[in-house]
């Protein structure tokens, strides 16, 4: 395994993460394999293991809690997230300081520790003063139950709004971002990266596979396999299996077959090229997954491929002509 710094923390965290999203706690067969699948994660190096509260309405903390107590916690780097409704209450939901606190204790105790690495905000919440929301995150490193504090999907003019906030205040800093980011969605690079770089916020993306558009399991005239993700979420099969999307798809996976590799493993990699990003969050329902996952990490991609997926895309760098 690769480690990387957490922008400029002292944090190091393992270049793949597992992420708990889509793990399947339904039953024990599934809870046996996802079990199986932490444990390889481990035995790897991957020391990074990101959770939510609202996964599986708790069971999804409470499942890694329980697998999690055969490793040694200071090897450990535990995420989960606030936001999102853990209730039918008016503040069981958002990031005021009540929801806040609150959520922090109920996470701790589903996941049986002291404390989180990394404590993040699922969403930015327009509803609450983003200085209560500050001020009750700083709170939390101050008592030792969070030792990062980070946010989600936030846009860097919420994350300089933050950090004039954080300065005038002497609040912990923010210290990670986690968005989406993958070679259909790119939106980061616009401006998101370059402000994260100047403020020493790391990167943990998720969704780098694109939601399983980018392992090769979806191709073009062929069906979508059974049991695939595709087959449970419909927004998927109208939003991303799209004709143009499957062709650039197929165009990607002759890219891979040409350095011997295949098409996730050349998608993370490719995730993995600039150094601002620190972990790649990744799901994976099969320890079999997790291993192919885990190639990337030694896969170096020739320069002359990154203006191809640029083209392939369309992708530029917005610049205004003055």
């Not at 929801?99 to 690495?117: R, W």
């Not at 923010?174 to 070679?183: D, F, G």
Request: net charge negative; charged share 25%; aromatic share 10%.
């Amino acid at each position: 395994m690769k480690y990387r710094q957490l922008g400029r923390q002292g944090l190091r965290v393992s270049e793949i993460a597992l992420g708990s999203w889509m793990t399947d706690v339904s039953d024990q067969a599934k809870q046996d394999l996802a079990a199986q699948t932490i444990r390889l994660a481990y035995e790897n190096g991957v020391n990074y293991f990101d959770c939510a509260d609202v996964y599986s309405n708790g069971a999804a903390e409470r499942f890694l809690g329980n697998v999690i107590q055969e490793f040694p916690r200071k090897e450990l780097v535990l995420s989960s997230k606030v936001f999102f409704p853990t209730g039918k209450g008016p503040n069981d939901r958002g990031l005021s300081r009540k929801h806040i606190m609150e959520s922090i204790d109920a996470t701790l105790k589903n996941m049986q520790t002291d404390y989180l690495d990394l404590y993040f905000t699922h969403r930015f919440d327009p509803e609450t003063p983003l200085a209560e929301t500050l001020q009750a995150l700083s709170d939390l490193v101050d008592q030792g139950k969070i030792l990062y504090y980070g946010v989600s999907e936030w846009t860097p003019v919420q994350i300089l709004k933050a950090q004039l906030i954080i300065q005038e205040r002497g609040l912990h800093p923010i210290a990670v971002l986690q968005p989406e980011y993958n070679m259909f969605d790119r939106y980061i690079e616009q401006e998101s990266m370059d402000v994260c770089g100047e403020l020493g916020i790391g990167i943990v993306p998720f969704s780098p596979l694109a939601q399983g558009l980018l392992t090769g399991k979806y191709r073009k005239d062929q069906p979508v396999p059974a049991g695939s993700r595709a087959t449970t979420h419909p927004r998927l099969m109208a939003d991303e299996l799209t004709a143009a999307n499957l062709d650039k798809v197929e165009a990607l996976i002759k890219m891979a077959d040409a350095l011997g590799t295949d098409l996730a493993t050349f998608a993370l990699a490719w995730a993995l090229r600039d150094p601002r990003i620190s972990s790649l969050i990744t799901g994976a329902s099969k320890p079999a997954q997790l291993q192919n996952n885990l190639k990337a990490i030694d896969l170096e991609i020739p320069k002359e491929y990154y203006p191809q997926v640029d083209k392939l895309f369309g992708f530029e760098k917005f610049v205004r002509e003055i």
